[in-house]
Nanobody, 125 residues
Framework: QVQLVESGGGLVQAGGSLRLSCAAS????????MGWFRQAPGKEREFVAA????????YYADSVKGRFTISRDNAKNTVYLQMNSLRPEDTAVYYC??????????????????WGQGTQVTVSS
């Protein structure tokens, strides 16, 4: 499997922006679809965004569509989540995840093979 380390979280005011990064190591990064999930206190982990192994297709939760952008740079073994127009309800621990290329449904957390440790994003009103 691939090892993942997230960074870039922090405290930001509503309307602000953050860019999360996820550095991968251990196996060939381009062999994996990549996803971002988040988990708020008292809530189950929910899908945020995903990108296929080649970067050719992206998927977004309705709650973040138009505000967040997922991208990947396979040469740098890194996936990004650009978060704009942040809202207090975006506050959560954000997790980077990797799924093997034969995975079909990238919105389901149990379809992913590897997870990072998470990075906290807090949006103040």
């Amino acid at each position: 499997q691939v090892q993942l380390v997230e960074s870039g979280g922090g405290l930001v005011q509503a309307g602000g922006s953050l860019r999360l990064s996820c550095a991968a190591s251990g196996r060939t990064f381009s062999n994996y679809h990549m996803g971002w999930f988040r988990q708020a206190p008292g809530k189950e982990r929910e899908f945020v965004a995903a990108v296929t192994w080649s970067g050719g297709r992206t998927y977004y939760a309705d709650s973040v569509k138009g505000r967040f952008t997922i991208s990947r740079d396979n040469a740098k073994n890194t996936v990004y989540l650009q978060m704009n127009s942040l809202r207090p309800e975006d506050t959560a621990v954000y997790y980077c995840s990797a799924a093997l290329r034969f995975t079909w449904d990238l919105t389901e957390p149990n379809k992913y093979d590897s997870w990072g440790q998470g990075t906290q994003v807090t949006v103040s009103s």
